[in-house]
């Protein structure tokens, strides 16, 4: 079964991924725009395709690696990239936002290259062994009493590698253009919501600690690829468990407010959330 197969598989059953948990946390009101009214999108970030397009070449890096144990070369990803924005730019008739270090599509795509490069050269797997890549899974959501309920968590991990000493690591690429604090790390939904999918799924013993890694990829003059370690214990996948449920009891009460911030500026409903 692909990954597009096996992932529309698990969206087929009743479910909740972190993406929505993110987006209702984020700004309730877009979260109803998006899943419950199922809007049409006013305008789109190029972070969304630019992301997206990264992604894909990283993960034709790691499947290289793994099933052929053969480093992709550089301009391999390269034409990958250009190919995917490209793509997703030109089939959509939906405004793309633009931003200042991104200014046009010739722009996004020297930012593209110029962070491939980096990675293609900065990438070391020495030492561990690639076990997952895109790796869709699924897990049953327990309340606080560990009752199970109807929902289904989903989520798809990027990379999951094994070090030397046998721990497993979840690892999540991001692009950004800021640092990443390490208490945001700590803090990251994301990472915990991984951890949960991995300890449920026993690649790691219920109780144990779950050990986790932003690869994250800067959109600088120079472009920089960062490391962030950070872990997940099992309490913390519990709080992130009674955090998904009550965003859960917050949706079916109809519970969408809007939450200004600095996401409004290239929001996909501003206009709407102007209408509100």
Not at 54 to 74: D, M, N
Not at 175 to 201: G, R
Not at 267 to 274: I, P, T
Request: net charge neutral; aromatic share 8%; hydrophobic share 40%.
């Amino acid at each position: 079964m692909s990954k597009t197969e096996a992932l529309q598989d698990l969206k087929n059953t009743l479910h909740v991924s972190h993406s929505q948990i993110a987006a209702y946390l984020n700004c309730s009101l877009k979260y109803r725009f998006m899943y419950v009214e199922a809007r049409p999108q006013e305008r789109i970030s190029i972070a969304l395709p630019f992301g997206s397009a990264i992604h894909a070449s990283l993960e034709r890096y790691y499947r290289s690696l793994k099933e052929k144990g053969v480093r992709e070369s550089l301009g391999v990803l390269l034409n990958l990239f250009e190919h995917h924005i490209n793509l997703e730019m030109d089939r959509t008739d939906i405004p793309i936002v633009f931003k200042k270090d991104t200014p046009d599509r010739d722009a996004v795509i020297d930012m593209g290259n110029a962070m491939l490069e980096v990675f293609h050269e900065g990438v070391d797997l020495t030492g561990f062994e690639i076990l997952e890549i895109e790796r869709p899974l699924s897990s049953r959501l327990y309340t606080v009493e560990g009752q199970p309920t109807d929902l289904k968590l989903i989520g798809v991990l990027d990379l999951v590698l094994k070090d030397e000493a046998g721990r497993i690591i979840a690892v999540d690429n991001k692009t950004a253009a800021k640092p990443y604090a390490q208490a945001t790390v700590d803090d990251d939904n994301q990472l915990t919501c991984y951890a949960y999918l991995l300890a449920a799924n026993r690649y790691v013993f219920p109780t144990a600690e779950v050990h986790c890694r932003l690869d994250v990829l800067r959109k600088l003059k120079t472009p920089k690829l960062e490391h962030y370690h950070t872990v997940r214990i099992a309490d913390q996948r519990r709080r992130f468990a009674k955090l998904a449920t009550a965003v859960l009891a917050g949706i079916e009460q109809k519970v969408f407010i809007p939450q200004p911030s600095w996401m409004c500026s290239d929001c996909s409903y501003a206009d709407a959330c102007k209408a509100w």
